[in-house]
């Protein structure tokens, strides 16, 4: 009694085990990178918001609740968890920093997607060896981005520079890169563009891959050019992977860091001496890892502006995913149920009418088969007697 009692009590056991097993495995699976993600990702942005609140310098480690001070006027000598922000938004130098990214990112990002698509587009066409033009234009990408900055820092050189040595041979003013704020945001968003067209356009060739023939050869039956086939079938499939590409864009767009810190000719601070292709990223760690006085919470400050760029970028990001889908649907958030409604119909009847005329095709078919066998018949009929006739004499 006492082995089966064991017996009976194991399997159990075993089964509670299975059991448990078969729920939490699921689980376990995907744990390593939600352990990673809470190490690497989610303890620093909750620590970086901890330290935006204090007066946490480099040197001296921290010092209490963030004061303001003397840029804040009256009420700066209070401490007040919102202190470094308020101080970070009385600066010049980052409202400075803040044009400047988003005039890089304009001149990078929007060039970058049209010709990402056309790209895209020419990539997915019927092109001879084909694997090297798609190798070829994620060549770039591979590039460091400190190889990419020097060798493009050398070609926008406001003195030997390859461009303005042309520009003088052919009598014209050579360009200050450096020196201007709008050219140099140019040459930096060349740098970008550079690096990145080639990896979006791979990413939008894949969304394009995955759409469905049979709708692209409906487009052809109905009419459509390419032009209109592009723009009325292609463009409205690849919206989940265009917001995809346009929100990761935005992302790097607005935390430049590698193009202008390699931009920088080393005469001057960074930005520029004026600030002119200062960028947040390069504000905050400048603030952050150079300005480091004692007294000053230089970290607590660049902290507030690490928090500062995070909201901005989500508030882009949700821009552009609103944005992106009220495009897609061609101007209109919502499609209306009773037009949805009166399509899903019409779909209806036209199914049940071409499975009709399927029917109705089929058995014409057999019919005339019918016909034609009942015809051939007395024809076979009169073979076979011959046949056997001539066999017979």
């Given at each position: 009694m006492t082995v089966v009692q064991s017996r009976a009590a194991t399997d159990n056991w075993r089964t509670r085990l299975g059991r448990f097993e078969?729920?939490?495995?699921?689980?376990?699976?995907?744990?390593?990178?939600?352990?990673?993600?809470?190490?690497?990702?989610?303890?620093?942005?909750?620590?970086?918001?901890?330290?935006?609140?204090?007066?946490?310098?480099?040197?001296?480690?921290?010092?209490?609740?963030?004061?303001?001070?003397?840029?804040?006027?009256?009420?700066?000598?209070d401490a007040s968890i919102w202190a470094n922000f308020q101080w970070v938004l009385h600066q010049h130098s980052f409202w400075i920093a803040l044009r400047n990214s988003f005039s890089i990112f304009?001149?990078?990002?929007?060039?970058?997607?049209?010709?990402?698509?056309?790209?895209?587009?020419?990539?997915?066409?019927?092109?001879?060896?084909?694997?090297?033009?798609?190798?070829?234009?994620?060549?770039?990408?591979?590039?460091?981005?400190?190889?990419?900055?020097?060798?493009?820092?050398?070609?926008?050189?406001?003195?030997?520079?390859?461009?303005?040595?042309?520009?003088?041979a052919i009598g014209l003013q050579p360009i200050m890169w450096h020196a201007s704020a709008f050219?140099?945001?140019?040459?930096?968003?060349?740098?970008?563009?550079?690096?990145?067209?080639?990896?979006?356009?791979?990413?939008?060739?894949?969304?394009?891959?995955?759409?469905?023939?049979?709708?692209?050869?409906?487009?052809?039956?109905d009419g459509a050019g390419k032009w209109r086939t592009f723009w009325s079938v292609t463009l409205p499939m690849l919206r989940p992977t265009l917001i995809f590409v346009i929100i990761t864009s935005t992302i790097g767009g607005l935390q430049i860091f590698d193009e202008p810190q390699m931009f920088h000719n080393g005469t001057s601070g960074y930005?520029?001496?004026?600030?002119?292709?200062?960028?947040?990223?390069?504000?905050?760690?400048?603030?952050?890892?150079?300005?480091?006085?004692?007294?000053?919470?230089?970290?607590?400050?660049?902290?507030?502006?690490?928090?500062?760029?995070?909201?901005?970028?989500?508030?882009?990001?949700?821009?552009?995913?609103?944005?992106?889908?009220?495009?897609?649907a061609g101007s209109h958030a919502k499609t209306d149920r009773a037009r949805l409604a009166e399509y899903r119909d019409r779909q209806r009847r036209e199914y049940e009418s071409a499975k009709r005329a399927g029917l109705d095709a089929r058995q014409r078919a057999a019919r005339e088969r019918s016909r034609m066998d009942a015809a051939a018949a007395p024809q076979a009929g009169a073979q076979a007697g011959a046949r056997a006739e001539g066999r017979a004499s």
């Open positions: 078969w729920k939490a495995s699921p689980y376990l699976y995907v744990a390593p990178f939600f352990l990673l993600f809470a190490v690497v990702g989610l303890f620093p942005l909750l620590y970086t918001m901890y330290i935006a609140t204090r007066q946490y310098n480099t040197l001296t480690g921290d010092s209490g609740v963030a004061i303001c001070g003397a840029t804040c006027g009256a009420g700066g000598a304009l001149l990078s990002t929007v060039p970058q997607m049209i010709l990402a698509l056309f790209l895209a587009w020419v990539l997915n066409a019927n092109l001879k060896a084909r694997t090297f033009w798609r190798m070829g234009v994620l060549l770039p990408y591979v590039v460091a981005p400190s190889a990419a900055g020097i060798i493009f820092s050398q070609i926008f050189s406001d003195k030997m520079g390859v461009i303005n040595v042309a520009l003088s050219w140099s945001h140019v040459a930096i968003a060349t740098i970008v563009n550079f690096r990145w067209t080639g990896y979006n356009s791979l990413i939008l060739l894949a969304a394009m891959q995955a759409i469905p023939d049979d709708v692209m050869e409906a487009a052809v039956v930005g520029g001496p004026n600030g002119q292709y200062l960028t947040l990223s390069l504000y905050l760690w400048d603030m952050g890892f150079n300005k480091v006085t004692i007294g000053q919470p230089n970290l607590g400050r660049a902290a507030a502006v690490a928090w500062l760029l995070f909201l901005i970028i989500v508030a882009i990001a949700v821009l552009n995913f609103f944005l992106t889908q009220w495009l897609a």
